[in-house]
């Protein structure tokens, strides 16, 4: 299979090329899509076959669960099969948006796309090409990051060409996505609620609207969501986060390592070293890094080292990234 890529606009999508990726998307196929967050691999979530492609696809194990993503918040709100009042005043405040909220299923999800289990993790996207192809499908459509599994999440069309060409059926390349990090995922059906992968969203901004919440543990029993793997969001460089980034890389660079240096601080580039200067803003360090990483990793160096993020909640979902890419507990 050739993958068939087209440019669009990410604020107003050409309405022939959304019909085309529906249609694709309805004859079960595959079609990768900005997001807010990143780029998305949806399929028909009602559909187990589609739904199977997208992990032949990832080469993601069966066991991960998908987001399921809905055009709009009563869309949504019908692939539950409850709606507490937490989660109505959840979407209310954040659908569209980069929250996704675990309920109960209804019977139409696939079992494909819970792993079996018993809920599913829904969302409304706010990227206007996500949204209007979603409308125009008029299907629900499991979407995980278009990317190969563990593999840095991309966001940018490149990157997910690099990952799933020939893979995938059609790829809309809307050029960079803004957030640059996954979904915050919220469990609703746990009281408190539970946060299970910390995102965009922020837990101050969530308890803002429903009160205290709490941080999962270790996952037992079916997973409720993707991103709780140990190795995740990986660039095939071997990435480290040591508490003295400087030594580190000093000791790298003696023993004749090509090392790539993530930091705060500009610093001296000798040979064998790429630094990447990060910025100060949680924000906008989230929007850059995977795209950073991915820059780092074509360069075939033989470690990446970051520098130790600032404390505070909203670098939560940065330091949960760079941990499951370094692959520490």
């Known amino acids: 299979m050739k993958t068939v890529v087209l440019s669009v606009d990410a604020r107003t999508p050409a309405p022939d090329i959304v019909a085309r990726a529906a249609d694709v998307l309805r004859r079960g196929g595959l079609v990768a899509f900005p997001t807010e967050t990143v ?27 998908l987001i399921v993503h809905a055009g709009d918040p009563l869309a949504g709100r019908a692939l539950a099969g409850a709606w507490p ?3 109505e005043r959840l979407a209310k405040r954040f659908w569209p948006g980069p929250l996704t909220l675990v309920l109960p299923k209804t019977p139409a999800i696939s079992d494909a796309v819970t792993a079996g289990g018993a809920t599913v993790a829904l969302r409304v996207p706010a990227h206007p090409v996500a949204l209007a192809v979603l409308q125009a499908a008029g299907l629900p459509l499991a979407a995980p ?3 190969r599994s563990s593999r840095l999440s991309p966001t940018r069309a490149e990157h997910v060409l690099r990952d799933l060409d020939g893979l995938i059926d ?8 803004a957030g640059g990090l996954e979904s915050t995922v919220l469990d609703i059906t746990a009281s408190p609620p539970r946060l299970l992968r910390p995102g965009l969203v922020t837990p101050a901004e969530i308890e803002a609207v429903i009160g205290p919440i709490q941080h999962a543990g270790a996952a037992s029993g079916p997973l409720r969501s993707p991103g709780l793997l140990g190795k995740h ?16 890389v000093a000791e790298l660079l003696a023993a004749g390592r090509r090392v790539g240096w993530l930091t705060f601080k500009p610093r001296p580039m000798p040979p064998n070293l790429v630094v990447e200067l990060m910025p100060a803003s949680a924000r906008e360090y989230a929007a850059r890094l995977y795209d950073t990483l991915h820059r780092l990793d074509r360069l075939h160096l033989d470690h990446i080292i970051v520098a130790p993020l600032p404390d505070g909640e909203e670098w939560l979902a940065i330091r949960d990234r760079l941990r499951r890419a370094a692959g520490t507990p």
């Open 170 to 177: 059609l790829l809309l390349d809307a050029g960079p996505t």
């Open 39 to 65: 780029y998305g691999l949806a399929a028909n979530a009602l559909e187990a076959a589609a739904v199977g492609r997208i992990f032949a696809a990832k080469g993601r194990p069966p066991a991960n669960p």
């Open 85 to 87: 009042e937490n989660a």
């Open 233 to 248: 969001y990986a660039p095939t460089t071997p990435l480290e986060c040591p508490a003295d980034d400087a030594a580190r």
């Open 145 to 147: 990051s278009a990317n």
